[in-house]
C-alpha cells in the first residue's frame, strides 16, 4: 500500500503517491508562477491563497493517476519545515482531514532533506550514506553532512541571498522574465561566460562553506547601469546581454562548487547528493561532472522534475513510517529557514 505526500512550503501545490518501494506512482505539481510574475517573487498570501484553491484537485489528480483508491492509501506525509507558514498549513490541513477520515498515520517531513531524498528515489542503491548533500533553490542554498536521510549536520550555506534568488534579481535587472533562472540559463546560451569577471564572495576562504550572493547581483546592477548614470537606461541586448547572463551564471556556478569540494575534502565523503530548483541549471550539472570526475566522487543528481519543488521527494516519509512512527493530529508546522533542517529531519 502507497503513501500520499503532500507539499506547499512555498508556491508550488503538489501531491504525489509513492509505494514502499520507493516508486512514484504518480505526481502533479501546480505552479503559481504567474500569479508572482509581476512582482518579480512569491508574495505569502497570494500564494496561501492559491494553494487554498488548488489543494484538493490537485490531490485528486494524483490519487487518480496513481491507480490507488484514498482507501489503498497506507499513511499521509505532508512538509511542515522549513516554509512559508500560511502555504504550510494548507497543506497540513489538507494531510491532516485525510488521516482523520482513513484512520492511517500522519507524518510530517523537512522539505530540505526531502530534497536530498529526491536522489535515493531517481538513484537507487548508489544513494550511500554518509554523504555530502548540497540544496540549491530559491529560497536555500546549503551544505550538509548527511549521515542519513533523516540526519542533516549543516556545514554552512548562504549568509544573504540564495542562489535561486540571486537568478531572479539578475532576470529583473536584465528585464528578464521570472522566475529567473530558467530565463537567465536561456539568456546564457553562446554567451561569453568571462566577458565579465564578478565577485566570487567567499569562494577562496577555506575557513568557511559559507557563501554569499548579494555582493554578486550587486556588481552586475552596476556593470548594467553604472553610477550617475540615467535612471531609465535601458537593459542590455543581444550578445551583450548573453555575456552578462554567461558571466553571472559562471559565477554562481564557480562559488557553488568551490564550497563543495571544500565539504567533500573535509569530510571525505564519496558521495554527493544534490537537491533544490538551482539543480536544474545545466551549467551548475556539468560542473558537478566535472567535479566528480575530479575527486572521484559518485555524484547524484535527480532529473530536472524532481528538482524544482514537488511531493514525490515526500517519500523520505517512508522512512520514518517503517520503523513505526506516526506524528498523529497534533502534527504541527514549523515555519523559517533552512537552518531547521541541521536537526533531525523528522
Not at 154 to 169: Q, S, Y
Not at 181 to 207: C, Q, V, Y
Not at 282 to 303: H, N, Q, T
Request: hydrophobic share 45%.
Amino acid at each position: 500500500m502507497p503513501l500520499l505526500a503532500i507539499e506547499t512550503t512555498c508556491d508550488e501545490t503538489a501531491a504525489a503517491v509513492i509505494d514502499r518501494s520507493r516508486r512514484v506512482l504518480s505526481s502533479v505539481v501546480a505552479s503559481q508562477d504567474e500569479l508572482h510574475a509581476q512582482w518579480r517573487g512569491v508574495v505569502p498570501e497570494v500564494a496561501s491563497r492559491a494553494h487554498v484553491e488548488r489543494i484538493v484537485p490537485v490531490i485528486d489528480e494524483a490519487v487518480a493517476r496513481s491507480g490507488v483508491g484514498r482507501a489503498g492509501l497506507e499513511a499521509v506525509a505532508v512538509a511542515v519545515t522549513p516554509g512559508l507558514v500560511g502555504s504550510l498549513l494548507v497543506g497540513l490541513s489538507a494531510a491532516k482531514g485525510i488521516a482523520a477520515v482513513l484512520g492511517c498515520p500522519l507524518i510530517g517531513y523537512d522539505h530540505i532533506a526531502a530534497h536530498l531524498y529526491a536522489c535515493r528515489l531517481a538513484h537507487g542503491e548508489r544513494m550511500t550514506y554518509p554523504c555530502v548533500g548540497l540544496v540549491a533553490s530559491g529560497g536555500h542554498t546549503s551544505l550538509f553532512h548527511v549521515h542519513s536521510p533523516l540526519e542533516l549536520e549543516r556545514l554552512g550555506g548562504t549568509i544573504d541571498d540564495a542562489a535561486g534568488e540571486a537568478f531572479d534579481k539578475a532576470a529583473a535587472l536584465l528585464g528578464l522574465g521570472y522566475p529567473g533562472g530558467p530565463w537567465m540559463e536561456r539568456a546564457a546560451i553562446g554567451g561569453n561566460p568571462t566577458a565579465h569577471r564578478f565577485p566570487r564572495p567567499l569562494a577562496n576562504d577555506r575557513d568557511r562553506l559559507d557563501v554569499s550572493f548579494s555582493g554578486l547581483k550587486t556588481a552586475l546592477r552596476y556593470r548594467i547601469r553604472p553610477p550617475g548614470a540615467p535612471a531609465d537606461t535601458p537593459p542590455p541586448t543581444g550578445g551583450e546581454m548573453a555575456d552578462l547572463a554567461a558571466s553571472f551564471q559562471q559565477a554562481v556556478v564557480e562559488t557553488i562548487i568551490a564550497k563543495v569540494e571544500l565539504a567533500l575534502a573535509r569530510t571525505r565523503c564519496r558521495v554527493l547528493a544534490v537537491g533544490g530548483g538551482v539543480a536544474a541549471n545545466s551549467a551548475l550539472r556539468e560542473a558537478l561532472e566535472r567535479l566528480g570526475r575530479k575527486r572521484r566522487v559518485d555524484v547524484l543528481v535527480p532529473p530536472r522534475e524532481l528538482c524544482t519543488d514537488n511531493a514525490a521527494m515526500g517519500g523520505i516519509a517512508w522512512e520514518r513510517l517503517e520503523r513505526g512512527e506516526d506524528d498523529g493530529l497534533e502534527l504541527d508546522v514549523l515555519p523559517g529557514t533552512d537552518r531547521s533542517a541541521a536537526r533531525r529531519a523528522s
